[in-house]
């Protein structure tokens, strides 16, 4: 090791590199989001594991990232969500008592392809008797359906109104379509029918006007036009329709947590063990050797596997970042002793011995804050492969039921073919995530590492 080891020292080495500084950086802001994620409410992790919030179509679902449908305009089609630009009191009939809203919703469109779905979500204080809308294309083509919801929180898709979609698409090319998707019945809104059939989407300002008649005076507490596209968000949505983003800035905490800690843990008793036993020697070196030997020669993967499986219903983050420090430890206790065995040749630690110092203080004093620099080092190094094993086990469904990890997400991709579907981003962007959270504390880790063992 190196003969300087003051913190001093190991701080001048890692600021001297240009990759560590840099790597710092990235991992603080790693941590500054894990922080922000982890003040978000309990709800919203329980929601995107169960879908609870999905059900409403409030996201679009296999979406691609909505930057694709800037690239190619011709095979994704964005996902809008229209507020209304103007809210007035259309009339009034008092013999019934009947109020009647005028909602107007206007948006621009320039994809050639027609998006999946049109969602209408209204709520007010007061019950909704009916629902009409009046759908305006760029080229001036209308088209009208209406719903008699009699509540007052009332939401739906182009499927509630086939009927009206049909007839409209029967007017303009003669036959009705066999097949009646969403997206099929999308057409009829969007499509240009000059030639007969369903053409691409018209591009132009489209306007969409929303009659509602109300029971009473109305406050209208949600009011928004859903134009569900294939493509939305940063990072696109998986076959439930959440967002690949919010999956995995949930998982960010959980990956780092549970890394930090099984490698600290690791490490620390690795470096206790091993430490103590290069520190001793004889049989008890030989003996704690031998079990660290013996631990180490254990399968770590399909021992864990066992093990998770065996606790599944009650596996915990404690219990899995146990169940990883207890096989990850014997191999920083072997490098470990190897660092102790030299220490104890040097002549202080003789000196010790002759004024009968006790052992344990010898250890204390002079072992452990030489080894200081060795628990720094690879406790970082030990973040990444924590990371990658804790990720490797969620993706064959080995985790803690209550929390989300990219591992997750990627076997619930694997379940639903993503790669034979060409669902590429529900597979890439956690992929990237394990790898771009795992470089930083490899860089840093290694430049201590060097200036543990002198440069070397």
């Given amino acids: 090791m190196a003969e300087e080891t003051t913190y001093k020292f190991y701080l001048k080495y890692l600021f001297r590199s240009k990759s560590a500084l840099a790597a710092i950086v990235v991992i603080l802001f790693f941590v500054g989001l894990a922080v922000y994620v982890s003040t978000w409410p309990k709800s919203v992790s329980t929601n995107y594991l169960y879908n609870t919030q999905y059900y409403e179509n409030t996201y679009p679902e296999d979406a691609a990232p909505s930057w694709m449908a800037a690239l190619e305009p011709s095979q994704y089609s964005p996902s809008l969500y ?134 009473g005076p109305a406050k209208f507490y949600a009011a928004q036009v859903r134009v569900l596209g294939n493509a939305y968000g940063l990072m696109g949505t998986d076959s439930y329709g959440r967002p690949i983003l919010q999956g995995i800035l949930l998982g960010l905490p959980n990956a780092l947590e549970i890394g930090v800690v099984t490698s600290l843990l690791g490490v620390l008793i690795g470096v206790f063990i091993g430490g103590f036993a290069g520190f001793l020697g004889g049989k008890a070196d030989a003996g704690l050797n031998w079990f660290s030997t013996v631990i180490l020669a254990l399968p770590v993967l399909p021992f864990l596997v066992t093990l998770g499986i065996m606790l599944k219903s009650s596996l915990t983050i404690m219990s899995e970042v146990l169940l990883i420090t207890f096989l990850s430890w014997p191999g920083y206790a072997i490098i470990a002793r190897s660092s102790a065995q030299s220490i104890r040749t040097n002549t202080f630690v003789e000196a010790d011995r002759l004024m009968g110092i006790p052992s344990y203080r010898t250890f204390f004093t002079h072992f452990l804050p030489r080894l200081v620099p060795f628990i720094v080092a690879y406790t970082v190094l030990g973040i990444p492969g924590a990371i990658l094993l804790v990720q490797t086990l969620a993706f064959i469904g080995v985790a803690p039921a209550n929390i989300v990890t990219w591992g997750g997400i990627l076997d619930a991709a694997y379940d639903y073919n993503a790669a034979l579907n060409g669902w590429w981003w529900w597979l890439l962007f956690p992929g990237l995530m394990i790898v771009f959270v795992s470089i930083p504390f490899v860089v840093v880790g290694f430049v201590i590492e060097r200036a543990s063992f002198g440069g070397r």
């Fill in 82 to 215: 229209l507020n209304p630009k103007e809210v007035k009191l259309y009339g009034s009939v008092s013999s019934s008592n009947i109020y009647e809203y005028e909602l107007t919703f206007s948006f621009d469109w320039s994809s050639e392809k027609v998006p999946t779905d049109v969602v209408f979500v209204f709520s007010a204080n007061t019950t909704m008797q009916t629902i009409q809308v009046l759908w305006k294309k760029p080229s001036g083509s209308q088209i009208t359906f209406s719903q008699t919801p009699s509540v007052s929180k009332y939401s739906f898709d182009l499927s509630y109104v086939t009927s009206a979609l049909l007839s409209y698409i029967l007017q303009k090319t003669g036959q009705v379509p066999t097949l009646q998707t969403t997206s099929v019945l999308a057409t009829a809104l969007f499509s240009n029918f000059s030639e007969k059939s369903a053409g691409p989407a018209e591009k132009g300002t489209y306007t969409v006007t929303v009659l509602i008649g109300t029971s």
